[in-house]
């Protein structure tokens, strides 16, 4: 998913205590830089500075990096030249999502209780799926029912003899 001027992150989201791959296709890619790292931080003070060497593919710069619980995630990149690619001075600063499901229950004395669920990376990405294939379903559905209305299907044809 493009996210903002050539990064792409492996999810839809960044959530705090996962992993993300970032991938970098900017100005020092493009210029054809043979190193390249990603300097980030966390929160408007860049808590937890870190540096990290990005691999080079054909598709870009990656690094996966761990997401810690804060506001955002921000960083920039600089090359072994010491080029810096920093947004124009802004930064590349994303919100960081804390996801919470509640879930509702019934006690044994027949009142309701509510527990707060803290979600994990797989199971935002089971729904993720699940939601695709829903929608791929629908639109088959959607497709179909047409077809089969006006009867402009193909039918097997069988012989009968």
Known sequence: MELV???????????????????YTGA????????????????????????IKMEKTE???????????????????KNSNNKWDNNEGNNYIF?????????????T???N???????????????YIWSKKIRIALYKILIAVPRLVSGNYKRKVTNND
């Open 59 to 77: 598709l870009g710069f990656q690094a996966e990096i761990d997401v810690i619980e804060s506001e955002t995630l921000n960083f920039c990149f």
């Open 113 to 127: 209780s509510t527990a707060l669920i803290e979600s994990s990376p797989k199971r935002l990405r089971k729904s």
């Open 28 to 51: 020092l890619f493009q210029d054809g830089s043979e190193e390249v790292f990603m300097h980030y931080g966390y929160g408007l003070n860049w808590d937890n500075v870190s540096d």
């Open 109 to 111: 004395d027949g009142s």
């Open 5 to 23: 001027k050539n990064i792409f992150f492996n999810t839809d989201k960044l959530v705090g205590n996962t992993k993300v791959k970032i991938s």
């Open 95 to 107: 919100p960081i999502e804390k996801i919470d499901f509640i879930s509702e229950s019934v006690n």
